[in-house]
């Protein structure tokens, strides 16, 4: 099973270029989730989508954009790239219908920017 | 918010227990304790989680206090591959149907030594 696909894995970007890190889940699930991590650091909630057609801000929403596509896909947006935003980049999604279901998390999007 | 205390490292010998700390004496009573680990340049893969009583599944075990201010995870026999970050965290708003918002700390790097 392919869970969470993120894509890309790696990237550089220089600062003011935009980008869109894609994310897309095969489990059917309502909830969808972006972080970002900093070195030596906890993860930290950007965005979450708790159902198709609905997104909502987390921690530091701070110059990111959401889309949630369809129930199968959520997408990062960087509009203006600043050297803070350099940081590796988690997509989750999580759901079914009993409480508290565990997120499953994809591989990452390590994100560079000069 | 409830938050959640950990050390910051622990060493064990392979082939033995480990026991996982973590204090949460702000829990409120509907929060869910849930478990993740981080193994080198992954994404946070899910462990465990409780309520109230302790939990058992093929990755560990979870011991809930009574008074629930306090939890540990075990593992019962640390492989190499177990070396890891390991985040307790609290679920404060899993129910069916909505959105999970997982709040991490640096939680408590294990090693696992021959």
């Known amino acids: 099973n392919a869970g969470v696909t993120q894509t890309p894995k790696f990237q550089v970007l220089k600062t003011g270029q935009s980008m869109t890190l894609q994310c897309a889940q095969d489990?059917?699930?309502?909830?969808m989730y972006w972080y970002r991590q900093d070195p030596g650091m906890g993860l930290r909630l950007i965005y979450y989508?708790?159902?198709?057609?609905?997104?909502d801000k987390g921690e530091v929403p701070n110059g990111y954009n959401v889309s949630r596509l369809n129930k199968r896909e959520f997408s990062l947006r960087l509009e203006s790239a600043a050297p803070s935003q350099t940081s590796v980049y988690f997509c989750?999604?999580?759901?079914?219908?009993?409480?508290?279901?565990?997120?499953?998390f994809g591989d990452g999007t390590r994100l560079s920017i000069l | 918010d409830a938050k959640t205390t950990q050390p910051n490292s622990m060493e064990s010998n392979e082939e033995e227990p480990v026991h996982l700390p973590c204090n949460h004496s702000?829990?409120?009573?509907?929060?869910?304790i849930h478990w993740y680990r981080q193994l080198p340049s992954q994404g946070p893969e899910y462990v465990i989680h409780?309520?109230?009583s302790n939990v058992n599944n093929r990755m560990a075990s979870l011991a809930i206090a009574e008074d629930r201010k306090s939890s540990t995870l075990i593992l019962h026999r640390a492989t190499l591959r177990d070396a890891a970050v390991y985040y307790c965290?609290?679920?404060?708003?899993?129910?069916?149907?909505?959105?999970?918002?997982?709040?991490f700390g640096t939680g408590t790097r294990l090693q696992v030594t021959l």
């Open positions: 989750a999604s999580s759901g079914g219908q009993f409480d508290n279901q565990p997120q499953h």
């Open positions: 489990m059917n699930h309502n909830s």
């Open positions: 989508s708790a159902s198709e057609g609905t997104t």
């Open positions: 702000t829990i409120s009573g509907t929060d869910y």
């Open positions: 409780g309520l109230t």
């Open positions: 965290i609290l679920d404060i708003s899993g129910y069916a149907g909505t959105a999970s918002k997982l709040t």
